[in-house]
T-cell receptor, first 112, second 114 residues
Framework: DTAVSQTPKYLVTQMGNDKSIKCEQNLGHDTMYWYKQDSKKFLKIMFS???????INETVPNRFSPKSPDKAHLNLHINSLELGDSAVYFC???????????FGAGSRLTVL | AQSVTQLGSHVSVSEGALVLLRCNYSSSVPPYLFWYVQYPNQGLQLLLK??????LVKGINGFEAEFKKSETSFHLTKPSAHMSDAAEYFCAVSEGNAGNMLTFGGGTRLMVKP
């Protein structure tokens, strides 16, 4: 069983569209994250979320929004996609108060 | 503020040779330090973690890293490279125990020649 799974693995779309990436973890972790990895492999945290608190990296545009139907899922919604949003997006999870993360395999988003 | 610098975006070694990947950090408090590995088309996997218990940390797949406070370094080594070690390696620092406090370096691509 995959511990942290993301879908879709690849996503190609046009500028201006709205898209979502789904993430599920079966580790029983309380905290989930979204990271963006750009073309130079630089990893940047976008959000962290547990059932009590959402922490947003202030540099993330408000076109990006995380939605969590339950503690095992944290989906990423992106509105009005731009060329610069092209990247690999990683979901991750950890127990609350722990700094060791388990990552998903990534979702490669290409905006044309 | 914390930061991580990985010297060398690409490192190439021959199979069987020593692997040395460099990482320097900046932190205002005693840090937690990590090395993660990313194989092609996969997510990051934890190699090892430093938590102040011992300065030499052993990880998976024969890798180890040594914390040197005086040099603010946490270099990753492996005595003998294997073809399967070819991957992207990320050093990370955290000033606290929360996962959202991690800062990653820019990564080093390790290439292993036969």
């Amino acid at each position: 069983d995959t511990a942290v799974s993301q879908t879709p693995k690849y996503l190609v779309t046009q500028m201006g569209n709205d898209k979502s990436i789904k993430c599920e973890q079966n580790l029983g972790h309380d905290t989930m994250y979204w990271y963006k990895q750009d073309s130079k492999k630089f990893l940047k945290i976008m959000f962290s979320y547990n059932n009590k608190e959402l922490i947003i990296n202030e540099t993330v545009p408000n076109r990006f929004s995380p939605k969590s139907p339950d503690k095992a899922h944290l989906n990423l919604h992106i509105n009005s996609l731009e060329l610069g949003d092209s990247a690999v997006y990683f979901c991750a999870s950890s127990p609350t108060g722990a700094n060791v993360l388990t990552f998903g395999a990534g979702s490669r988003l290409t905006v044309l | 503020a914390q930061s991580v610098t990985q010297l060398g975006s690409h490192v190439s070694v021959s199979e069987g040779a020593l692997v040395l990947l460099r990482c320097n950090y900046s932190s205002s408090v005693p840090p937690y330090l990590f090395w993660y590995v990313q194989y092609p088309n996969q997510g990051l996997q934890l190699l090892l973690k430093y938590t102040s218990a011992a300065t030499l940390v052993k990880g998976i797949n024969g890798f180890e890293a040594e914390f040197k406070k005086s040099e603010t370094s946490f270099h990753l080594t492996k005595p003998s490279a294997h073809m399967s070690d070819a991957a992207e390696y990320f050093c990370a620092v955290s000033e606290g125990n929360a996962g959202n406090m991690l800062t990653f370096g820019g990564g080093t691509r390790l290439m292993v020649k036969p």
